[in-house]
T-cell receptor
Framework: AQKITQTQPGMFVQEKEAVTLDCTYDTSDQSYGLFWYKQPSSGEMIFLIYQGSYDEQNATEGRYSLNFQKARKSANLVISASQLGDSAMYFCAMNPTGAGGTSYGKLTFGQGTILTVHP | GAVVSQHPSWVICKSGTSVKIECRSLDFQATTMFWYRQFPKQSLMLMATSNEGSKATYEQGVEKDKFLINHASLTLSTLTVTSAHPEDSSFYIC?????????????FGAGSRLTVL
């Protein structure tokens, strides 16, 4: 079984500053994938970034970077230069992956963190 | 990029009626789609895996006779909430992966908000 824990129900950040959203996970799988999604009030799930458990480098996508610490089982999301449009719910998620890192799509989600960006 | 369309985006129905929600991949083929349920301010919970041409796989605690899933083609999966009751009111969202893509990206639909009166 897999478990994702997001301990920050809500976070506040000033516009243009960086913010870190915490995510820890637990799994018995040797190979897995870690995801971050953004969910604005409209409800759609927007993919932000992906990290494979065997990836040696931390994933980056524009202003998003994933601080992956495998030994600590943490996969924190760092958003640099926050914008007002970043205000949303953020979910960390994971799933097991087969040989070669193919995603099977059955995601386990954390509880989410509501991020509010102040002007 | 890959687009998943969900319809309807919101629906209100009377208790006891059935409601069908469609999840359609617009520009790719998906042999597998996933249905999630989300209550307000809560996380997404996987309900079932929809498999093209075969029976859906339901997660523990999800009633398969209550939530009927059909995946008749490589681009369409439907979720039917049968004999809906107020406790079925929720946000239902599907996801799909392009079967021809090696990327580990799952595309979500925009979700369907169901309110049962």
């Amino acid at each position: 079984a897999q478990k994702i824990t997001q301990t920050q129900p809500g976070m506040f950040v000033q516009e243009k500053e960086a913010v870190t959203l915490d995510c820890t996970y637990d799994t018995s799988d040797q190979s897995y994938g870690l995801f971050w999604y953004k969910q604005p009030s409209s409800g759609e799930m927007i993919f932000l970034i992906y990290q494979g458990s065997y990836d040696e480098q931390n994933a980056t996508e524009g202003r998003y970077s994933l601080n992956f610490q495998k030994a600590r089982k943490s996969a924190n999301l760092v958003i640099s230069a926050s914008q007002l449009g970043d205000s949303a719910m953020y979910f960390c998620a994971m799933n097991p992956t087969g040989a070669g890192g193919t995603s099977y799509g059955k995601l386990t989600f954390g509880q989410g963190t509501i991020l509010t960006v102040h002007p | 990029g890959a687009v998943v369309s969900q319809h309807p985006s919101w629906v209100i129905c009377k208790s006891g009626t059935s409601v069908k929600i469609e999840c359609r991949s617009l520009d790719f083929q998906a042999t597998t789609m996933f249905w999630y349920r989300q209550f307000p301010k809560q996380s997404l919970m996987l309900m079932a895996t929809s498999n093209e041409g075969s029976k859906a796989t339901y997660e523990q605690g999800v009633e398969k006779d209550k939530f009927l899933i059909n995946h008749a083609s490589l681009t369409l999966s439907t979720l039917t909430v049968t004999s809906a009751h107020p406790e079925d009111s929720s946000f239902y969202i599907c996801s799909a992966r392009d079967r021809n893509s090696g990327a580990n990206v799952l595309t979500f639909g925009a979700g369907s908000r169901l309110t049962v009166l």
